[in-house]
């Protein structure tokens, strides 16, 4: 055996023999520097976008979870956002926004950077042109990724956006604050009567979930249509958004408005078609809250979907869409925008 047939048994024996070595080696080939600026990318531009608009996050999840009942204490954008206010203070407007950071910078990286891995799979390395069918598809598998790895975080996030928002009245605060209408809930508080209920925190509320309500699958209770609107959500997102920045910005009129612009007109039209599963979602997220007390308590998603149009009828799918548009255009825009700064200053293009 020659010297040049003994190098391969001998790298195979140094590979087997280091286990760490051919680990390491596979890891680097695929964490490039290009794909971990994808990421740092995603995750500054997530947590940009969501920040900005947390007051109208809270009231989107506040009107989505209240439904149209009787007694509802949230009605319009600018009431509601008075009303935390007085009750609350600024803080109220960024109550639940620590864990939205906490979950959506991982959920922006891992989403930003798997739909362009995805992209140049799809497109063998930009030899193949991209049409909007496979942006689609891999705007929706880059979506459904990202909600996997951090739903526990979203349904937590969501208890913590409601735990203090004084959703429906009591028949107590009734008593103490006339003029207001009785209706079932323990979530009651304003200036007349201030709630009772322990803060919660991340860790404590994440253990209150598991220990009451099944463990570590109560995590990920609602995530089927999670998934189910978050794809088709994701895919749009992304497919409008190339598609708007080859009409709005052509080579040489690339600004800064004209890109906010795309992101805000991608954002909108995609949320407004998908918006239902998000109302479908936060309802799975909290039916298991209070026994009842929110007003409602769901067997599973398509009981949820018959329950909602038998009540509500199909207004009921669309609850805080309002205050959602007034988010989504903003966040959207700032999102895809910051995105292309941060990758831009990271030397990726």
Not at 3 to 19: L, R, T
Not at 146 to 173: C, G, H
Request: proline share 5%; glycine share 10%.
């Amino acid at each position: 055996m020659t010297s040049s047939d003994k190098q391969p048994q001998v790298a195979k024996e140094y590979i087997s023999s280091n286990p760490r070595s051919s680990l390491t080696q596979a890891v680097t080939q695929y964490f490039t520097p290009e794909l971990a600026s994808y990421f740092v990318a995603g995750g500054v531009a997530g947590a940009a976008s969501r920040t900005i608009v947390s007051p109208l996050e809270r009231i989107k999840i506040i009107q989505q979870i209240q439904s149209g009942a009787k007694g509802g204490q949230y009605h319009g954008v600018w009431r509601s956002l008075v009303r935390i206010w007085n009750e609350e203070g600024f803080k109220g407007f960024m109550r639940g926004n620590g864990i939205n950071c906490l979950r959506i910078v991982p959920y922006s990286a891992v989403q930003f950077s798997t739909y362009e891995t995805l992209k140049k799979i799809f497109s063998s390395n930009g030899a193949v042109p991209l049409d909007t069918p496979t942006r689609l598809l891999a705007g929706a598998l880059a979506g459904i990724t990202s909600v996997s790895t951090t739903y526990p975080l979203d349904l937590v996030r969501a208890r913590l956006s409601i735990v203090s928002a004084s959703l429906y009245v009591s028949e107590q605060a009734s008593s103490k604050a006339p003029g207001i209408a009785p209706t079932l809930a323990s979530t009651y508080h304003t200036s007349a009567v201030k709630a009772t209920a322990a803060p919660h925190g991340i860790v404590s509320m994440t253990l209150k979930i598991m220990r009451e309500e099944g463990g570590v699958r109560a995590l990920y209770r609602g995530l089927v249509p999670t998934a189910l609107g978050v794809a088709p959500y994701v895919g749009l997102n992304f497919s409008c958004y190339e598609l708007l920045r080859g009409i709005i910005t052509p080579p040489g009129k690339e600004t800064a408005p004209r890109k906010l612009t795309c992101g805000a007109l991608a954002g909108s039209f995609s949320q407004t078609l998908t918006y239902p599963f998000d109302v479908l979602r936060r309802k799975m997220q909290v039916t298991a809250m209070g026994d009842g007390a929110l007003g409602y308590k769901y067997n599973g998603a398509i009981d949820a979907v018959f329950t909602i149009l038998r009540t509500e009828g199909i207004r009921g799918l669309y609850h805080g869409l309002w205050p959602n548009l007034l988010k989504v255009a903003p966040s959207i825009a700032t999102s895809f925008y910051t995105y292309e700064l941060v990758k831009k200053w990271l030397g990726t293009t």
